[in-house]
Each structure stands twice: as C-alpha cells, then as structure tokens.
C-alpha cells in the first residue's frame, strides 16, 4: 500500500511528463486543462487497487488512465451537447431545472456507456425506438433494414445490456 512519501515520490516522478504528454496530447494551449487531467489522472490511479510501485511502465499506466479520462470527457461533452440542442428543439413550455439537466445527462452517460461495444445498427435501432419513440416499421425504413431484423437488434441490445450490468 502506499505511504504519504511513496505517494509524493510517484507524483513527483511522474507530474511534468505527464503534463506535457497531455499538452501535446490534446494540443493544449491552456496549462489549466492540462493540469486538470493531469490531477484527476493521479487520483484515479492513486485511488485505485493497484499496487503502483508494482506497476512496470507508470508512464504508459498513466497515459492509459490520462487517455480514459479523456475519452470520457469528450463523451461528456457531446451528451450535454446533444441534450442541449434537443431542449432548444423542444418546442415544450417546461425548463427543466439544473438538477433535472445534471440527471438526465447522467443518465445518458450511463446509457453511453451501456452501448458501448454494440455494433452501429443495433445501438441505433435501439436508441430510435427507446429514445425516440419510433415504430419497429419506422426504424427498418429508416436503416433499410427488415422488421424482424429491428426486432432482432433489439433482443440483442437488451442481451448486450444486461450483460454490462451483470460484470
């Protein structure tokens, strides 16, 4: 387990390549986003079950979380995004409140995250009729595709779903 000296030792080791490896990473001309990633990216491995001074190659350990990270902000960023443009499309009267936009964008991360690994048809003949209420027949036209294939991507879906939930 790591002492509060091994700890410092790590960070020390690691904190200036890890902050120019991001800069170039993600052409950053602001130190601020830089050192952001940089410290959420310790605290995910000083956090985690691993044993660092057990670990190989730190730098690669830490580009591997740094580069999750950044994935998931990304992913963060086009959810809220989308959410965003589909309130402004809403032609509703109701504002949803900030707590009610952080859920729901929470949930679409989760539901992100769910569909991860599913192949492109099925994760949106899926998404088109939970999210978008369309017909079975609506979605086979829509991805020329038979209503037995929707039903098909569906099941499968669900399958691949509630196998993510179970691990």
């Not at 990270?69 to 589909?86: T, V």
């Not at 979605?139 to 399958?159: D, F, P, R």
Request: proline residues 2%; contains cysteine.
């Amino acid at each position: 387990m790591l002492n509060y000296t091994s700890m410092d030792l790590f960070v020390r080791d690691n904190q200036f390549w890890l902050l120019r490896f991001l800069q170039k990473k993600l052409n950053l001309h602001c130190h601020h986003d830089a050192q952001d990633l940089s410290q959420d990216t310790f605290i995910r491995a000083l956090t985690s079950s691993i044993d660092l001074f057990e670990v190989k190659e730190p730098r690669a350990y830490l580009a591997t979380i740094a580069n999750r990270l950044i994935i998931d902000k990304a992913r963060r960023k086009r959810i809220e995004q989308a959410y965003l443009e589909a309130q402004l499309e809403s032609s509703q009267e109701y504002a949803p409140s900030c707590e009610e936009m952080h859920e729901m964008i929470q949930k679409l991360e989760a539901l992100s995250r769910l569909l991860e690994g599913l192949a492109d048809k099925p994760r949106r003949a899926f998404l088109m009729a939970r999210l978008d209420g369309l017909k079975y027949q609506e979605i086979a036209q829509e991805l020329s595709i038979s209503v037995s294939m929707v039903q098909k991507y569906i099941a499968q879906t669900l399958l691949h779903c509630h196998s993510q939930l179970l691990n």
